[in-house]
């Protein structure tokens, strides 16, 4: 979950699994103010009900751009899990109940459903609530854009202008965790 200390604004990433409780108190690094921050509801949901029987081994790719489906293939190829591709949220909702991967990478920009509204449908899904989201743009997205993603589901937020080790590591951490 990306945050900004009110007080200098300084601005990084906390990672709301590990607090127990619906508000997390944090000390900012740069400036030491301390103040409260609420994790949001879907993230509670899911830490209580688990994995939920969900393939470990497994992930799934949302793009329309055939292009992107391909280099995210490539460049998780090392890695040895199990990947399916969709090109569209049509294609993929039935993919996701189908295999009930561990993980979604999606691009938010879809034609018909749009990534905003599969991660909804996701989160909505008792069944698919666990699965990680890495949703990605090519669009530039502000940071009160990329808060909105975070909020209505996403765990995690990429730009398309990636760089093939940073892919690899968000992967890699997602599935893990």
Same mark, same amino acid.
């Given at each position: 979950?990306?945050?900004?200390?009110?007080?200098?604004?300084?601005?990084?990433?906390?990672?709301?699994?590990?607090?127990?409780?619906?508000?997390?108190?944090?000390?900012?690094?740069?400036?030491?103010?301390?103040?409260?921050?609420?994790?949001?509801?879907?993230?509670?949901?899911?830490?209580?009900?688990?994995?939920?029987?969900?393939?470990?081994?497994?992930?799934?790719?949302?793009?329309?751009?055939?292009?992107?489906? !391909? /280099?995210?293939?490539? +460049? #998780? $190829?090392?890695?040895?899990?199990? %990947?399916?591709l969709?090109?569209?949220g *049509?294609?993929? &909702?039935?993919?996701?109940?189908?295999?009930?991967?561990?993980?979604?990478?999606?691009?938010l920009?879809?034609?018909?459903?749009?990534?905003?509204?599969?991660?909804?449908?996701?989160?909505?899904?008792?069944?698919?609530?666990?699965?990680?989201?890495?949703?990605?743009?090519?669009?530039?997205?502000?940071?009160? !854009? /990329?808060?909105?993603? +975070? #909020? $209505?589901?996403?765990?995690?937020? %990429?730009?398309?202008?990636?760089?093939? *080790?940073?892919? &690899?590591?968000?992967?890699?951490?997602?599935?893990?965790?």
């Open positions: 979950m990306i945050i900004r200390c009110p007080s200098c604004r300084a601005r990084y990433r906390i990672d709301e699994k590990k607090t127990a409780r619906s508000v997390a108190r944090v000390k900012c690094p740069k400036c030491g103010h301390g103040f409260e921050v609420t994790v949001a509801p879907a993230v509670e949901e899911r830490r209580a009900e688990g994995q939920g029987g969900l393939d470990a081994r497994t992930i799934v790719v949302v793009d329309d751009a055939r292009f992107f489906r !391909e /280099v995210i293939a490539d +460049i #998780l $190829a090392p890695l040895k899990y199990s %990947l399916h969709a090109a569209s *049509e294609e993929g &909702l039935p993919l996701l109940r189908q295999l009930r991967p561990a993980l979604v990478i999606l691009d920009k879809l034609p018909g459903m749009s990534g905003l509204e599969l991660i909804r449908m996701i989160r909505a899904d008792a069944s698919l609530s666990g699965i990680k989201i890495l949703a990605m743009s090519s669009v530039y997205r502000r940071e009160d !854009e /990329v808060h909105k993603i +975070i #909020l $209505a589901g996403a765990d995690e937020f %990429l730009n398309k202008s990636f760089k093939s *080790e940073h892919l &690899l590591s968000r992967v890699k951490q997602m599935m893990s965790s």
